[in-house]
């Protein structure tokens, strides 16, 4: 029996999730695990060890971090405190091409694609620090060749670890359920602690065009009709995060209630398109609900801004209302709704089931039934509490 809690230097760690003989019999950690095999040398990494000062006089600094957008917009708050904490760093960020498309709108960031775009291997070993959250096989490309590797570095088997204990703790957080469901600490404090940064007035960081942001306005006086509210409603997520969508048919049911005396618009993105036909199908014409089209990420998140309320799931559309200062209502279920930064306007929606978080690992008979169970008249209530509060409440910016 080995005593460390995780072993890096073993052939089955994967670092992102449980290994099979973790898996298998149902181990939290390798602690007592009796199957350890080390994993063989593959190279000498010539690296400066990671600390959290040397931040504070890096230039040159890169971040790598190429999950979804909602993940992607929430890390922003890691470049945010880079620029707080070091006047004017040059930051790049590697990510997908999508990513680089909402980086766009970061200030501070070039967007570097390691999606269609080899990984540039000389810029890579100009940077002083690489912060890197990611623990795929680009992200060991980038990792290999830096100077220095925070949050997730390699060891010379080729396997990722933490580069500090607070990076452990944003480790164990994907492979040991029990804890994840457990800690109390949103994602934004724990990507900051895990990057060796302050995390006191966490806060996204994005800066739209003036002229997409009037573009927007004028869209949303088009929607308004008058002095009515407007709410938005968006309807989707991706793929990936499926389980996390609420039916069409509650959405009908809450724009119809929310109509009476509010101006709705319905919004959805480019993996929404089933759920938008089928929302489409059910809904019967009226004036005060809008769909509108499918926007790029600059422009959709512009319109965001101009809406009175977002009603939305755990998804990108929540991280852009955050980002452009919007009060969200947010429907959670099967992923961890402490991890959510909601912000003192908004409110927050479930879980409904014991069972949550289940990590997208659903075993209902009905899948996505914590989703289901959200009642629409629960969350018509709770956004007409949140419309009311408006003018009682300073903006939270």
Known sequence: MRPNPFQHDCIQWLGYKPCPHQQQIGLSDCG??????PAEARFSLKQTRFQPSALAKAARIGIVEMGGLGSILRTTAVSRALRLFRPSPEIHWFTHGRGA??????????????EHLPVPDELVGQLDVVLNFELNETAAKIAAQAKSVGVFALNNTGKFGPASSDADYLQRMQIDDEFRRSQ?????EVLLRAAGLPHQGARYDTRLPFSMVERAGRAAAQFRMGARKLIGLNLGTSQRGALKRWPAAHWIG????????????????PEDSRLRQEFSELHTPQSAVVIADQREIGDFMALVRHLDVLVTGDSFAFHAARAVHTPAVV?????????????????LIGPTLDCSPCYYRCRRDVLGECMHLIDVSQVASTT?????ALDTISPNV
Do not use: N, W
């Open 254 to 269: 809450l724009a119809q209630r929310l109509a009476k005396r509010h101006q709705v618009v319905v919004l959805s993105g």
């Open 331 to 347: 429907l959670s279920g099967p992923m961890p709704a402490q991890e959510i930064e909601v912000s003192v306007q908004g409110a």
């Open 384 to 388: 007409a509490r949140v419309m009311e």
């Open 184 to 188: 109390p600490r949103t994602m934004q």
């Open 32 to 37: 007592a695990c009796t199957a350890f095999q």
């Open 101 to 114: 498309q909402l980086l766009t709108y970061v200030p501070s960031v070039k967007p570097v694609d390691v």
